[in-house]
Every structure is written in structure tokens, then in C-alpha cells.
């Protein structure tokens, strides 16, 4: 589940959350994954994977993971990422253009300390995407930190980002393949709307 808070009441937003409920309600399964997609000028490459949306609070949408990792490497030297998801119950596809930045210590410690503590420990235990010699290494390291005694202090490497879309692409499949995709571009603070031929 995606948690919204003091949504934005703009165009866009307000058609996200719709087609959010249409999906939800259809029991979407995996409903929070979402493609990032950044880039590392550093390595001139492109890289994309899933992370789980937890929150989309006024007009940011909110993830978590590694500070140190590939992602966050990629997200301070190119600010700028794509988000993409597909809700297969509703035949609904959204890509989103975004500025991408970290959330506050504050609102990473206060998560944090909410959450399931064996998520904690491996989010305290892992160098997320460093190799490592074995699978068994990496349990252990995990088992290692569950018996640490304060599962609840976020470490400084590991918190929130947030992006703010200045495009959206909503997609919509038609058996008949006659798809709707309309567009919403921010121009001087003004969401431009739009369609795309099919
Ligand atoms: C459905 C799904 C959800 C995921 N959610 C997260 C997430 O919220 N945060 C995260 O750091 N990694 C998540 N992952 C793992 C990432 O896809 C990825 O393997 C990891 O973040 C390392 O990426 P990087 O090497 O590009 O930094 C998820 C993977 C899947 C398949």
C-alpha cells in the first residue's frame, strides 16, 4: 500500500490516485513496485530497478534504500530520474519525469524507528550491491545484526528520496489497441495536458 498525505490537488496527482484506487481495488498485486531509472554520468550508463513506493506526501513521491548504493551514486551525480510502473489488473502504465533528493534525517529516523525490525536489521547489515563471498555470508551478517540491541536507530546510510515529476504519462490498454495515453507537462508552474497517438 501507498500511503498519501495532503496530496497535491492537481491534475495529475488526482488522476495517479484514481487510477491508484481502480488498481487497488482490482487487488493489484505488488502495487507499490516502481521502475527508477537513473543515470551515472560518471559511467555514461543508464540503470533501472524496482523499488517499493511508500508514500506519496503532497507532490513527492517517497522511497527508501541505501544511501551508498549504485542508485544513490547515480542520483547525486544526475539528479534527474524517470519512474515507471505498470498495474496489470487495470492495464494502467504511468511514467514520470522527476528531480530526485534526499528525505530529512529527521522524517528517515522517525520512519525508521516505525518499521518491522527484521526489515532494520537488514537495512543495517547490508553494503547494498557490494559483492560478497557467498549467500550464506550475507545471512549472517543479517542474523548478526538482529541480535543488536537497537533495531530502531536509522544509520546514517540508509533513509528516504523523494522525487518531484515534471511529466506524467498515463497509459491506458484498449482491446482494441486504440490505447489512450495523455500527458501532463509542467510549463512555468502550469500542468500542459496533453494526448500521444497510441
Ligand atoms: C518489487 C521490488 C521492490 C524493491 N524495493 C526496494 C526498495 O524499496 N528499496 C531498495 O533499496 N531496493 C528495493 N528493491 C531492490 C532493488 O531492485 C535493487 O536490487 C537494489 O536497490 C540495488 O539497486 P542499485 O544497485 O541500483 O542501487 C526492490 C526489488 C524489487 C523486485
Redesign the pocket.
Known amino acids: 500500500m501507498i500511503q498519501f498525505d495532503n496530496l497535491s490537488q492537481e491534475a495529475p496527482y488526482l488522476v495517479f490516485k484514481d487510477k491508484y484506487n481502480q488498481s487497488l481495488k482490482a487487488n493489484q498485486k ?1 502495487i ?2 516502481i521502475c527508477i531509472s537513473s543515470y551515472s554520468s560518471k559511467k555514461k550508463e543508464v ?1 533501472g ?4 513506493l511508500k508514500f506519496v506526501n503532497g507532490r513527492k513521491f517517497i ?4 544511501y551508498k ?4 551514486q547515480e542520483f547525486t551525480q544526475h539528479n534527474q530520474i524517470t519512474a515507471s510502473l505498470y498495474w496489470s489488473k487495470t492495464d494502467t502504465q504511468i511514467r514520470m519525469k522527476a528531480y530526485i533528493e534526499q528525505t530529512s534525517s529527521e522524517f528517515n529516523k522517525n520512519y525508521f524507528a516505525k518499521r518491522d525490525k527484521k526489515k532494520n536489521a537488514l537495512a543495517i547489515s547490508s553494503h ?2 557490494s559483492p560478497i563471498t557467498s549467500y550464506e555470508a550475507l545471512q549472517k551478517n543479517y542474523e548478526l545484526s538482529l541480535l543488536e540491541t537497537n533495531l530502531t536507530e536509522c544509520p546514517e546510510y540508509w533513509g528516504g528520496y523523494s522525487f518531484t515529476p515534471y511529466y506524467f504519462e498515463f497509459w491506458e490498454g484498449h482491446e482494441s489497441r486504440l490505447n489512450k495515453r495523455e500527458t501532463y507537462e509542467l510549463n512555468k508552474g502550469k500542468w500542459i495536458h496533453g494526448f500521444l497517438q497510441a
Open positions: 505488488a507499490e513496485a540503470n530497478r524496482y523499488v517499493n522511497f527508501f534504500s541505501n548504493s549504485p542508485k544513490s547494498q550491491s
